[in-house]
């Protein structure tokens, strides 16, 4: 293994090994609190343009399995970790850790002292890293912001064929967790890429639509609000993650980034109505602005029990929900798989029911 660098916009330089791809790679550095799931991690399309820091000490030592990928091939930028475990332990593991990263392209680096680096990130923010065998005085610039949700989405309309309720999942860079917990609610789903206008989807005729996660800021979406506000109007809707801040911006909300984000798998969720908390999973950089919320139009839901921020909404007469967190939970604890039960079972009892949108 090759010695190599983290070299953070602020100055900072952590040392470790090169391992996976032999590239240089520049992303925005974050950090995944979660104890298990890293193969669901680094498959997550919302992770797209970034460098990924585990927070948890040995990562690989479970292996790479055939089942647990989240998307065909990994779209993040670059993997940081502390120890390297090259000898898996797992009756499922068919691949090593770094061969998995090397076999997709992309760079990492272990040794790193990932504790010093999450303080690191605590204290600036979210900063810009490159990843390289030397170290840089001045990162690379790129020429322009890439938009990620393009990459990641899908580029034809794909069918899952079921006896249940027809779902249109608009894919702005969606799990295949969410694809397979409405597969197992007996849906059959369509999933049309991100920028599919109105028209095309009440062709579909659906019972129901789900906005899906997705990488980067929210307002690159900004000229298809229009659409998804139509959306949300004629069907029954539920955003998660991204798809969440989607709607609420479509009905005139803001949103704003937060210092370091929510990633991992042990956040604490309040759902409002009930008192309860709920341990959930979150990749999100961006919340909804609690003041940019119109109380006439949405209720909040469910908060976040560190900062208070919003973590859910609901409308106050159509059937529009939407979550920060991802209640099909892979990887993280099933507390609130349940919203996605409820949202089929929603669209079973509404069943020919015309709502005053429509």
Known sequence: MKQGYLTLETGEVFEGVLIGAEKDSLGEVVFNTSMTGYQEIITDPSYAGQIITFCYPIIG???INAIDDESISPALSGVIIGDLCETPSHYQSINKFSEKLKQAGVPGIAGVDTRLLVKTIRSRGTVKGYLSHTKKANLPTTAKQEFWVEKVSTKKTQFFKNNGHHVVLIDFGY???????????????????????????????PDGVLLSNGPGDPMELKKWFPEIKKVSQQFPTLG????????????????????????????????????????????HGYVVVDESID?????????????????????????????????????????????LKDFVKQLASLGETVYAAR
């Open 295 to 339: 109380e006439s139009v949405f209720a909040v839901t469910y908060r976040n029990v560190n900062d208070q921020s919003i973590e859910g909404l609901k409308h106050q007469s159509n059937p529009i929900q939407t979550v920060q967190f991802h209640p099909e939970a892979h990887p993280g604890p099933s507390d609130t798989e349940y919203i």
């Open 175 to 205: 799990k295949k967790s969410i694809l397979n917990a409405l597969l197992e609610e007996g849906c059959a789903v369509t999933i049309v890429p991100y920028n599919t206008p109105f028209e095309k989807i009440k062709v579909m005729n």
């Open 240 to 283: 998660i993650c991204l798809g969440h801040q989607l709607i609420a911006l479509a009905y005139g909300a803001k949103t704003e980034k937060l210092a370091y984000g929510h990633r991992g798998g042990n956040h604490p969720v309040k759902e409002l109505t009930t008192g309860k908390v709920k341990i959930t999973a979150q990749n």
């Open 61 to 63: 030592n479970y292996g």
